[in-house]
């Protein structure tokens, strides 16, 4: 028994022992491994990509010209039941044509006063409606000073410069209700592109020209009214205007309501004018006024557009055949802008490219549904030849007007060509 007994203990001493190194062993294994992962981390090479120091940015421009709006135009959209206006029927394509586009340019012909009742030429006032509904499918880039920025009196371009400044994400230019207003320069941005808009216009048919030298922020003149060419005067302030937003641009755009109506070459002037704004940095330049269209060209680096013609009128309805044959057709210009960052080298370039158009017509018919007549703008992409019979004639004519000094324009082609 005796010898059983120390055989017995000799056995539970070497199990103890054995726990004991066993222990010990998954000790050592679990310090090593815990004590070895930052080691091997820190041998491990380093696997991540350097990050590229080339940054890219782009965004997309379409431009279109005047909103016109005759009596027969807000006769139209005026519903007798609610004693209110809705143009939103009339800008049915055009919603479809602008929503793929990040900025989205048009010219509010007339002023909105709606302490008054509308009129028509040779007086506009224009129900503020028409301008909501074109914010509504999308328009955020809007230029007021026109030859009828004056037609309500000074305080009547007042009224409608307060209705823009009171819009949110829009940048509405070319009038104001003070000082401080007009030279509150707003920046947008545009998927990381900056930009802005100045906007001139080069009179106010003789109207208002007292209220406006007591307070020329109400409209934006780029020249003496009757005078060829700008004076040094308004060179100066120009130049002023543009001074105080260059830097903190990518992206300059200036409106011009210019040239000579129905004229469907650019003036003299304008391309002087044009010239100058180009030699002082300007990057785009969008015109309007003659309510037909006019050239495109490039000056150097800028983008020049001499006159959308009419984006919607009723003058197809004009006594005068030449007016009712230009004033009907208008266009839609785009564009891309590029912003290529480098940041390693601390530089920035901006390059404007593939310059684009559609033409667009101002279609009257007789609305059943309504009981009177009616309009709807046309982008020629979408023509009918029940919209406008001679279309084909047409597209070829206008388009051959806005190719005349350069013909590096991609204008689309009517449709099933």
Not at 140 to 167: F, P, Q
Not at 179 to 197: D, L, P
Request: hydrophobic residues 35%; contains cysteine; proline residues 3%.
């Amino acid at each position: 028994m005796a010898k059983l007994r120390k055989k017995a203990k000799k056995s539970i001493f070497l199990i103890l022992v054995l726990v004991v190194v066993l222990s010990c062993a998954v000790g050592l294994i679990n310090f090593l491994t815990s004590n070895a992962n930052p080691i091997t981390e820190q041998l491990k090479p380093n696997n991540k990509e350097p990050e590229n120091p080339i940054k890219t940015y782009t965004a997309s421009l379409i431009a279109t010209g005047d909103g016109l709006i005759h009596s027969p135009l807000y006769n139209a959209a005026y519903d007798s039941k609610t004693g209110t206006y809705d143009f939103s029927d009339m800008l049915t394509f055009t919603k479809d044509k602008i929503k793929d586009y990040d900025i989205k340019y048009y010219n509010q012909e007339t002023v909105f006063d709606d302490t008054s009742s509308p009129k028509s030429y040779p007086i506009f006032n224009t129900p503020s409606a028409f301008g909501q509904n074109m914010l509504d499918i999308g328009f955020n880039l809007v230029s007021l000073a026109t030859n009828h920025s004056m037609d309500m009196g000074a305080n009547g371009a007042k009224r409608s410069a307060l209705w823009w400044e009171g819009k949110k994400d829009i940048l509405a230019t070319g009038m104001a209700t003070s000082e401080e207003n007009r030279n509150n320069f707003k920046i947008m941005n545009a998927n990381g592109i900056t930009y802005t808009m100045l906007s001139y216009t080069y009179g106010t048919n003789g109207l208002g020209l007292s209220s406006i030298a007591k307070e020329p922020y109400i409209v934006n003149l780029y020249k003496v009214p009757n005078e060829s060419t700008m004076s040094d005067e308004y060179k100066e302030k120009i130049k002023q205007d543009i001074a105080a937003v260059r830097d903190k641009v990518d992206v300059l755009i200036v409106a011009m309501h210019w040239g000579t109506e129905y004229n469907q070459e650019a003036t003299a002037e304008q391309r002087q004018t044009a010239k100058f704004l180009a030699d002082n940095g300007v990057d785009i330049i969008l015109g309007t006024h003659s309510h037909c269209i006019e050239p495109w060209e490039m000056i150097d680096d800028t983008v020049v557009f001499y006159s959308f013609g009419n984006f919607i009128s009723n003058q197809m309805g004009a006594e005068s055949a030449k007016v009712r044959k230009v004033g009907t057709v208008g266009m839609f210009a785009t564009l891309n802008i590029t912003k290529t960052v480098d940041t390693e080298k601390n530089t920035t370039e901006i390059k404007i490219d593939n310059i684009g158009a559609d033409l667009n017509y101002s279609y009257k018919f007789y609305n059943q549904t309504k009981g009177k007549y009616d309009y709807l703008v046309i982008p020629f992409s979408k023509m009918e030849s029940k919209y406008l019979s001679n279309y084909e004639n047409v597209y070829e004519e206008f388009s051959n007007v806005l190719k005349k000094y350069d013909s590096n324009i991609n204008i689309e082609p009517l449709p099933g060509v």
